[in-house]
C-alpha cells in the first residue's frame, strides 16, 4: 500500500497539541509534541495562520481538552480489565507511544485510511519506535464501502470481550443517518462496552463572539469540499444513542471539561464551546 500524507485536519490537531506544550502555561493539560515530530512540519509551522497562538487558543484547549477526557477514560477502563481501545479516524493519535504504561496492558487498534496507516508506521520506524504485537494498525476504505467491523476482527479484535471506542471530530462530516449507522454498530460490541464520541452543536447554541468564529470555520471546511453536514443538540444526539441500543448514554459538555482540567489554569485556557461528548455504555 503506498504511503499517504494524513489529511490536514489531522495534521492541524497534531500541532495545536504540541502547541500547547510550547506556548500556554504549565503544567499542560496533555503533554504531546509527538504528533508534531511525526508530522514534521517545516521550521516556519508556528507562523502559519492556523497556529497563530492567541486567535486558536480556544480551539487548541479543546483539542487536548477531548484527548485528556478520553486518555483518562481509557486508563479507567484498563483498570477495571478492559483490554481493547480501539480509535476509529487515528490520524497521528500517539497514545501507544506516550503511555506505555497504559498501551502494554491493552490491544490497541488504530483504524484509519490504508495509505495513512502505511505513512504512520513508516515515521514511527524512522523515529526510532519498535512495532508491538498490541498495537495493530487496521486499514479501512471507506470511500470503497469496506467495513470497519469486519477489518477490526480480522486484525485480531475481539468482539466478544468489552472495548473502550473513541471518535473524535468524525461525525460532523456524517449524516445523521450514518451517525446511527455507526452508533449501532458499536452497541452491538460485548455488554461493558464505551463509546466516547464528539459531536458539533448547532450555532444556536452558542453564544457571541464565538458563535461568529465557528460560522466561519464551517464556511472554509464548506469550502474546502469538506462541509459539515451534521450537528446536534445533546439531548438529540442522547436520544440517538438511545436509539441505537445503547443501554446508557451521558453528556459531557465544555463546562464539564474545563471543570475537569481548566478550573485552576494560571493563563485563563479555555476550550470554545461548540463540541461536546457523546459518552455511552452498551
Do not use: C
Not at 490536514?8 to 508534531?36: K, T, Y
Not at 443517518?177 to 448547532?202: D, K, V
Not at 464556511?219 to 443538540?233: L, N
Request: proline share 5%; aromatic share 8%; charged share 25%.
Amino acid at each position: 500500500m503506498q504511503a499517504t500524507f494524513p489529511d490536514s485536519s489531522a495534521v492541524r490537531v497534531a500541532l495545536w497539541r504540541a502547541l500547547h506544550v510550547l506556548v500556554d502555561a504549565a503544567p499542560p493539560v496533555l503533554a504531546d509534541e509527538l504528533g508534531m515530530q511525526l508530522a514534521a512540519p517545516d521550521a516556519h509551522w508556528r507562523e502559519r495562520p492556523d497556529m497563530d497562538p492567541v486567535g486558536t487558543r480556544g480551539y487548541r484547549a479543546s483539542i487536548v481538552g477531548r484527548a485528556r477526557l478520553i486518555e483518562d477514560l481509557v486508563v479507567d477502563e484498563a483498570a477495571r480489565g478492559v483490554e481493547q481501545y480501539v480509535i476509529l479516524g487515528a490520524g497521528l493519535d500517539t497514545f501507544a507511544q506516550r503511555r506505555p504504561d497504559i498501551a502494554s496492558r491493552l490491544r490497541v487498534y488504530e483504524v484509519d485510511q490504508p495509505g495513512t496507516q502505511t505513512w504512520k508506521r513508516q515515521r514511527l520506524a524512522e523515529l526510532g519506535y519498535r512495532e508491538r504485537d498490541g498495537l495493530r494498525f487496521v486499514g479501512v476504505d471507506f470511500e470503497a464501502g469496506q467495513s470497519w467491523r469486519a477489518q477490526l476482527e480480522q486484525a485480531g479484535f475481539d468482539a466478544t470481550q468489552r472495548a473502550v471506542v473513541a471518535s473524535t471530530g468524525v461525525s460532523m462530516y456524517l449524516t445523521r443517518e450514518a451517525n446511527l449507522a455507526t452508533l449501532r454498530e458499536i452497541a452491538q460490541l460485548a455488554p461493558g462496552s464505551t463509546l466516547a464520541m464528539t459531536f458539533t452543536l448547532p450555532l444556536d447554541l452558542i453564544d457571541e463572539p464565538e458563535r461568529s468564529q465557528h460560522a466561519a470555520v464551517y464556511e472554509r471546511a464548506r469550502a474546502a469540499g469538506t462541509p459539515f453536514v451534521s450537528f446536534f443538540r445533546p439531548e438529540e444526539m442522547l436520544a440517538l444513542a438511545r436509539e441505537a441500543g445503547f443501554t446508557r448514554a451521558e453528556h459531557v459538555g465544555t463546562d464539564d471539561i474545563v471543570a475537569r482540567y481548566f478550573a485552576d489554569r494560571s493563563d485563563g485556557l479555555r476550550p470554545a464551546k461548540g463540541e461536546s461528548f457523546l459518552i455511552a455504555t452498551v
